[in-house]
């Protein structure tokens, strides 16, 4: 199965931004679904996730103002961000876990301007 992230672009500073990562196999039940980010010359780091159970974490610099949520028919999670800084930019990548193995989309690029 392949995993498909989109919706990164160019954004202000305060404005909003809609991540989406799509299963290439809508059959693949994902025990776990999340989103990291990985800034120039930082460490990728986790952004949000939830589980099939509907557990949801946030990374501390997000909190309050990105959201993550999923559709498990079209075994799909999504990702809102609000009030973006240019301290978010990076590069996003989904990840699903499914019978212990990780999959990794190929990443969406976010840019925020000052």
């Known amino acids: 199965v392949q995993l498909q992230a989109s919706g990164g672009g160019l954004v202000q500073a305060g404005g909003s931004l809609r991540l989406s990562c799509a299963a290439s196999k809508t059959t693949y039940n994902f025990n776990v679904m999340a989103w990291y980010r990985q800034a120039p010359g930082k460490q990728r780091e986790l952004v949000a996730v939830?589980?099939?159970?509907?557990?949801?974490n946030y990374g501390d610099s997000v909190k309050g103002r990105f959201t993550i949520s999923r559709d498990t028919l079209l075994n799909a999670w999504s990702l809102q961000m609000n009030s973006l800084t240019p301290e978010d930019t990076a590069v996003y990548y989904c990840?699903?876990?499914?019978?212990?193995?990780?999959?990794w989309g190929p990443g969406t690029l976010v840019t925020v301007s000052s």
């Open positions: 990840k699903g876990i499914s019978r212990g193995f990780e999959y």
């Open positions: 939830i589980t099939s159970g509907g557990n949801i």
